[in-house]
């Protein structure tokens, strides 16, 4: 049974660097048959989509975040990464990693979420 | 890119059907067979519960189903219980390869 962890800050000052990872436990990363993406959703609201890093390694983002984020993935590890640069308030939220088997909306795993504060 | 539209709130007695619905773009909900349907317990993480606009995922309640017609897709869910009191968001892929969420709607149980 293929389970996702999140880890890393749980508080961000403003400005800097949320870094967030999730790691793959149950299958591996290297699979060519799925797609692997974060999505948060801030305190009270609803879901949004950030990105998407494909097996290959191509990425594909929410255009209204594509300036300040970055993800990547880990094969070494069986981790996928995301660091969202120059965090506000707005950035609050809990963030999930998730997986999508490629060529449908099949999204059917999805960590337990971790919630990120950003606050000085 | 905007949000699809969804109803904020919908609600119904135990044992009826209730349909909501999620409205898009030609860009969007009306251009991929792509959309999804996610239901959320509070401080629970979503679960899928209908893929490829009419598809649900082995243990989902055949009370749930799913549908499109233009830019509207919609989930129905049939035999109203007490359990389905939830949120529900759709997510639709677009044509900028990118995905997109409704803004959710909260199902009350009467």
């Known amino acids: 049974q293929l389970q996702l962890q999140e880890s890393g800050a749980g508080l961000v000052k403003p400005s800097e660097t949320l870094s967030l990872t999730c790691t793959v436990s149950?299958?591996?990363?290297?699979?060519?048959?799925?797609?692997w993406g974060w999505i948060r959703q801030p305190p009270g609201k609803g879901l949004e989509w950030i990105g998407t890093?494909?097996?290959?390694?191509?990425?594909s983002y929410n255009p209204s975040l594509e300036t300040r984020v970055t993800i990547s993935l880990d094969r070494s590890k069986d981790q996928f990464s995301l660091k969202l640069d120059s965090v506000t308030a707005a950035d609050t939220a809990v963030y999930y990693c998730?997986?999508?088997?490629?060529?449908?909306?099949?999204?059917?795993?999805w960590g337990q979420g971790t919630l990120v504060t950003v606050s000085s | 890119q905007s949000a699809l539209t969804q109803p904020a709130s919908v609600s119904g007695s135990p044992g009826q059907s209730l349909t909501i619905s999620c409205t898009g773009t030609?860009?969007?909900?009306?251009?991929?067979?792509?959309v999804s349907w996610y239901q959320q317990h509070p401080g629970k993480v979503p679960k899928l519960m209908i893929y490829d606009v009419s598809i649900r995922p082995s243990g989902i309640s055949n009370r749930f189903s799913g549908s499109k017609s233009g830019n509207t897709a919609s989930l129905t869910i049939s035999g109203l219980q007490a359990e389905d009191e939830a949120d529900y968001y759709c997510n639709s892929y677009t044509s900028s390869r990118t995905w997109i969420f409704g803004g959710g709607t909260k199902l009350t149980v009467l």
């Open positions: 890093v494909f097996s290959s390694g191509v990425t």
């Open positions: 030609n860009n969007d909900v009306g251009n991929f067979n792509y």
């Open positions: 149950g299958g591996s990363i290297s699979s060519t048959n799925y797609h």
């Open positions: 998730t997986r999508r088997l490629e060529n449908t909306s099949f999204r059917d795993s």
